[in-house]
């Protein structure tokens, strides 16, 4: 069906508001102005709403195969479709891995079959994650892997890493690292800082994620390889991510809606919502992130939405599982915290969203210009709701925002324009 997208805001070049039309023909932007007339498409009423390219999350969890309990293709898309999300990019570490391009064949099938939104899978750096053997890199681009990482795990040993990004390099694609040196961890569940100190638990330092950082981003410079930082959260991280952007090293790094929105100060008890990795950092380390996305040494936003099921998140602090839900919640937590109270402009936040993931990958998502895709939502900076776990489509629960109130929530989400999610009422 081609649709007219009717007198919505969109935000132009220079930020502003700019009443538009838009004009969607098989799939595509076709037009965008003032007074289109109709040629026969379902014209939809966008009065009163921002609408902007659908947003990309390149960190997420979707766990199908192997955690069909946590969240599946299925669920885990749509909740995408609802947080405003039209590309998404899910996480290897699924049982199994996929770490042939056969395992990367049978997810593309899966995908194709039940995904709601477009769906970019990573395809693992080592065998079974296990970070010592490579995987093929070249049999994996050639089955649609999107990029390689271990996420999940740091790559613990330099050399791995070093022939990784060689071949990385070779390939033209990129390794997209979570950086935990285990040999500086001695068990934990929060970060080493006040909120450990205040328990009297043993806490995950901030050094196991900047000293991998700083080796990588050496082996990056020596292998010219495009190497991207997952969930970066400390102030150390960003210093070393900064130094390397202005010596020339290809680096980009993303950071998590909730480490710019809590620290570990924030954390009421050791309960398990709380609980992610990395840690939620000391307030020094979140100040620093957020400096970091305003001078742009980090790159974009990610939620890393890592569902787990509920009876695992209460099997107490020292074994729940890390990880907390993100992709219903992203905007509207980012949008009143931050661009309600003048911290970030609109522009910025919905960049970071779009723009900033797609450009730091060469996808051709994230933009309204003419000839491409018709991924556009609509979102409504009007309307004030708590975030209630009950009403989300994920079937992961584990959130630290219940009860905040929020402004921009989305209404509509179309996907190669395609409505694969509308909150009902004039959309359906
Ligand atoms: N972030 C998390 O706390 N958990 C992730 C793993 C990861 O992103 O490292 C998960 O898969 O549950
Ligand atoms: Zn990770
Ligand atoms: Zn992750």
């Excluded at 000839?371 to 309307?383: E, K, M, T, V």
Aim: proline share 5%; glycine share 8%; hydrophobic share 35%.
């Amino acid at each position: 069906m081609n649709y007219l997208l009717k007198n919505g805001m969109i935000l132009t070049e220079n930020g502003e508001m700019q009443k538009s039309d838009i004009r969607i023909k098989s799939g595509k932007i076709y037009e965008v102005g003032t007074h289109l007339e109709n040629h026969g498409e379902k014209e939809i009423s966008a009065d009163s709403y921002l609408v902007t390219p659908g947003f990309l999350d390149l960190h997420i969890h979707l766990r199908e195969p192997g955690g069909e309990h946590k969240e599946t293709i299925d669920t885990g898309t749509l909740a995408a479709a609802k947080g405003g999300f039209t590309t998404v990019a899910p996480m290897p570490n699924t049982k199994p891995v996929p770490d042939t391009p056969e395992q990367m064949e049978w997810l593309h099938k899966r995908i194709k079959e039940t995904a709601h939104v477009r769906v970019l899978p990573y395809a693992s750096i080592t065998m079974n994650q296990a970070g010592d053997e490579l995987t093929d890199f070249a049999g994996l681009k050639r089955a649609g892997a999107f990029a390689f990482t271990d996420d999940g795990v740091g790559v613990q040993t330099a050399s791995v890493m070093h022939e990784a990004m060689k071949r990385a390099a070779a390939q033209d694609m990129a390794i997209v690292a979570h950086c935990e040196d285990n040999s500086l961890i001695y068990g934990g569940a929060y970060h080493e800082g006040e909120f450990t100190k205040k328990h009297g638990i043993s806490g995950i330092p901030s050094i196991c994620e900047s000293v991998q950082i700083a080796r990588d981003v050496l082996l990056a410079e020596s292998t010219n390889c495009h190497y991207h930082v997952c969930h970066i959260s400390t102030k150390e991280s960003v210093r070393v991510v900064r130094e390397a952007k202005k010596a020339g090293i290809k680096v980009t790094a993303e950071v998590t809606p909730h480490h710019l929105l809590l620290c570990d100060e924030d954390i009421p008890s050791l309960d398990t919502n709380y609980k992610m990795n990395p840690p939620l950092r000391g307030k020094a380390d979140q100040k620093a992130l957020i400096e970091g996305l305003l001078d742009g040494t980090i790159d974009f936003i990610a939620t890393d939405h890592a569902p787990h099921a509920a009876e695992e998140k209460a099997k107490g602090y020292a074994s729940a599982p890390f990880g907390i839900v993100g992709l219903e919640t992203a905007f509207p937590l980012l949008y009143t915290n931050f661009v309600e109270k003048g911290i970030f402009t609109l522009k910025q936040l919905v960049d970071w969203l779009t723009i900033k993931p797609a450009e730091s990958f060469k996808l051709p998502y994230g933009t309204l210009k003419i000839g491409a895709s018709a991924d556009i939502i609509l979102l409504d900076l009007q309307n004030e709701k708590t975030i209630d776990p009950a009403q989300f489509l994920s079937k992961g629960k584990n959130t630290p925002f219940t009860n905040w109130n929020c402004k921009g929530w989305p209404v509509a989400t179309f996907v190669d324009g395609e409505l694969k999610w509308s909150d009902g009422g004039a959309f359906e």
